[in-house]
């Protein structure tokens, strides 16, 4: 055998492999321009223009135009027409804005297959001049025909053809010509599919990172013929897309204009602002208002879920642009330059001045806690836009943002009151539709159902409903599957049905504890009364039998006080069983009216015979008035928090005549019960806020003045005040379709409260 001779083996590769690495990777058409696309942004482009346009009888002509980086002659062989090479494996992100780079597998450039037979590259980049030549752009020019590239054919064994040229003018960017293809793929739900795949990049507004040039951004322009009525500007689409756009422009006069077109309004919104910005005119801010769910968009199918939740992370946040240029940190990730997300935390719903007043003015908005729906600083894609004439807005030397001067305070506050009108709307967009999806479940259940009945009935009905549908449907499965499956499925009905049985009857005793509480409360607060009666009048009646042991009289009368208060010691005991917060068996039923105001009013007696307090429900409540049904003790809690905020401020007035009016009047199906005082009164800024819980006395005045010209002995039964009591009193009403509100009270008051029960 002769001896083994030495051989050197190498891998080729296979024209096939450009159909596996173009046509099988990158799926569709929309894909592959997608990818195109994310390579000029990776180039640091600023601009990229994509134009697709139809050829009869062939696949659409593609031009996709960039004006990033470019590549030199020594560029364009080492990378592009190398196969699996990726520059973004070794540098991850881009050399000029520090942009993290989109793609790591190197397989890109071949999407241009996919898209055409014929590619034609054009491409410019700067390069270094040497020796005597004065040259320091150089262009390329490379035409490829991808039918070449055959199976069976090695692909180191193609030439495509090209030519180059250095010039001492010029301009960087690529500009890639495809045609040729034997189908036209395009489609409006592709399409659509394509600007989902660009909308983050296209929200790039600019940023500046560590070690690199400021950013300025990307901007994705696309004209498709056929497929959009005219040219698209991503990044305005995008804005177009969300729940809203707002501008808003401050006028020579320094109001505010503001405008929102947004999903659910009925059409464009326009507020011009009573308050004046009058340092600031010429201010303008211009934002999209990212929603949370994807149905709240008005174009979803651009705002996909995971495009919304990637444009908040990457590119949220309102810039404020100075003579064009950005301003930073103002719109940076953890930037909170209007106190959104702060307000946020503090849970601050209410909107201040003329806002509440617009609040007040939607119907089913709760002007007090109308911006509780408010979205993040992220959710808001846009800016504010001023330039140096705005006299007194001085940018800091190291352009780090504004010195914080009275003129910046301004322009916060503008754009602020701007995103707070909007979110005023887009509050009162969520109440409408809330109602609207219940009405239509209502809708849906009624005839099903046979629903007419009380709400306490929607689940028995529901689960009696489902037990027949479950026994008709498996019915149809095989004879060994049906057993289990009917058992599985009744068993899990019967969990809903009887858990949502038990949180009806928690609700329920809930409700009532939470009433119980306010008597509970009362109570204690006139037991200490009556023990502080007993002690001063036993003290007396001591010092009396050792110093005049024969005025039997002053005797007799101090003993006649002595039992009397025990008399309402007894009442007030006898009051507590009204509640019946640990009855079962309580039961809701209609109540005498008069009766129930009568024994509210005995309960402070002591106070009101103290201080000289004038109660009348007399003249004004008729005596065959019946509220209900309702739970007795929901009623008195009612009564008793509404008294006892009549007391406290007839009191705290300081005035010679203290007066308390109850009215009530039988009005439709409902009872409107009036309570009115000439205490101090209530702003009407405070008249939805008061209800807020644990906001005791908003205007910061009752406890103060309460304090100042109350007896001492008295102060445990006054207290501070927990913030409850108006909110218990409205959620139960409200839970009996009523509801308690306060009115601008007529001459001689000045307040008013009226509840409303059936």
């Known amino acids: 055998m002769a001896a083994a001779k030495q051989e050197a083996f190498q891998f080729t590769v296979d024209s096939a492999l450009l159909g596996e690495l173009g046509e099988k990777l990158v799926s569709t058409v929309h894909v592959a321009l997608a990818e195109l696309v994310k390579n000029a942004y990776d180039a640091d482009a600023t601009d990229v223009k994509v134009t697709i346009t139809p050829e009869d009888g062939r696949a659409s002509r593609v031009v996709i135009e960039d004006n990033g980086s470019g590549m030199t ?189 947004a999903k659910g309004l009925g059409g464009t919104k326009r507020l011009t602002s009573k308050q004046r910005f009058t340092r600031i005119a010429g201010a303008r801010l211009h934002i999209g208002i990212l929603p949370s769910r994807k149905d709240e968009a008005r174009k979803p199918e651009l705002l996909a879920q995971y495009v919304i939740s990637d444009l908040v992370e990457q590119w949220g946040g309102v810039q404020v642009r100075f003579n064009g240029f950005r301003m930073y940190p103002y719109g940076d990730p953890r930037d909170d330059w209007l106190g959104i997300d702060a307000d946020r935390g503090r849970r601050m719903g209410k909107p201040e001045g003329e806002l509440f007043d617009f609040a007040s003015s939607l119907d089913r908005v709760e002007a007090s806690r109308a911006l509780l729906n408010m979205l993040g600083m992220r959710n808001y894609l846009g800016q504010v836009e001023v330039s140096s004439d705005i006299v007194g807005l001085v940018p800091r030397i190291d352009r780090q943002g504004f010195v914080e001067n009275e003129v910046f305070d301004e322009l916060r506050r503008f754009a602020r009151f701007a995103v707070d009108w909007a979110n005023i709307h887009r509050d009162h967009y969520i109440r409408l539709r809330e109602d609207e999806e219940a009405e239509k479940a209502r809708r849906a259940v009624r005839p099903v159902l046979n629903l007419e009945g009380p709400k306490d009935q929607v689940i028995p009905k529901a689960a009696s409903f489902l037990r027949k549908e479950i026994r008709r449907i498996v019915t149809r499965l095989p004879p060994t599957q049906q057993a289990q499956t009917e058992q599985t499925l009744v068993r899990t009905i019967r969990a809903i049905e009887t858990t949502g049985l038990e949180s009806y009857r928690q609700l329920e005793h809930l409700r009532l504890v939470a009433s119980a509480s306010t008597l509970t409360l009362l109570f204690a607060h006139e037991v200490r009364t009556v023990i502080g009666t007993l002690g001063a009048a036993s003290l007396r009646l001591e010092q009396l039998a050792r110093s005049q042991p024969h005025k039997s009289k002053e005797l007799t009368d101090i003993s006649e006080q002595l039992r009397q208060t025990k008399n309402r010691f007894d009442s007030l005991v006898s009051m507590t069983g009204i509640v019946g917060a640990f009855r079962r068996d309580d039961a809701p039923v209609d109540i005498h009216l008069k009766s129930a105001v009568d024994k509210a009013i005995d309960c402070f007696g002591l106070i009101i015979s103290s201080y000289e307090i004038d109660v009348d429900a007399d003249s004004a409540v008729p005596s065959d008035l019946v509220v209900g049904p309702m739970l007795q003790g929901e009623l008195f809690a009612i009564l008793l928090n509404l008294l006892s905020n009549a007391i406290k401020s007839v009191i705290a007035a300081g005035r010679a005549s203290r007066k308390i009016l109850i009215s009530a009047e039988h009005k439709g199906k409902q009872i409107l019960i009036r309570v009115f005082d000439n205490g101090i009164g209530l702003a009407e800024e405070f008249f939805d806020e008061v209800f807020t819980p644990f906001i005791a006395d908003p205007s910061g005045e009752l406890y103060d003045r309460l304090e100042q010209r109350a007896n001492s002995e008295d102060a445990a039964i006054f207290g501070t005040g927990s913030g409850l009591g108006l909110s218990i009193a409205r959620d139960i009403a409200r839970s009996r379709q009523g509801d308690v509100r306060f009115l601008r009270p007529p001459p001689d008051w000045n307040a008013c409260v009226e509840v409303e029960l059936p």
């Open 73 to 261: 002659l020594e560029q364009v062989r080492r990378y592009w027409m190398k196969i699996g090479t990726s520059s973004k494996v070794a540098e991850p992100v881009t050399e000029r804005y520090g942009r993290l780079k989109t793609g790591s597998k190197g397989v890109g450039r071949f999407a241009c297959r996919r898209l055409g037979s014929q590619l034609r590259l054009n491409t410019c980049a700067a390069v270094e001049a040497s020796g005597r030549s004065s040259a320091t752009w150089q262009s390329t020019r490379v035409q490829f025909n991808w039918a070449n590239f055959r199976p069976g054919i090695d692909v180191e064994s193609i030439t495509c053809m090209g030519e180059t040229a250095l010039s001492s003018t010029g301009q960087s960017g690529t500009k890639l010509e495809i045609w040729g293809g034997a189908n036209d793929e395009w489609q409006a739900r592709g399409f659509n599919h394509l600007q989902r795949q660009l909308a983050v990049l296209a929200s790039n507004r600019g940023t500046k990172r560590p070690g690199f040039e400021e950013d300025p951004g990307f901007n994705i322009r696309l004209n498709a013929p056929g497929l959009s009525g005219s040219p698209i500007d991503l990044r305005e689409e995008v804005i177009l897309a969300a729940w809203g756009e707002l501008t808003a422009t401050v006028d020579s006069d320094g109001r505010a204009v503001c405008t929102l077109n």
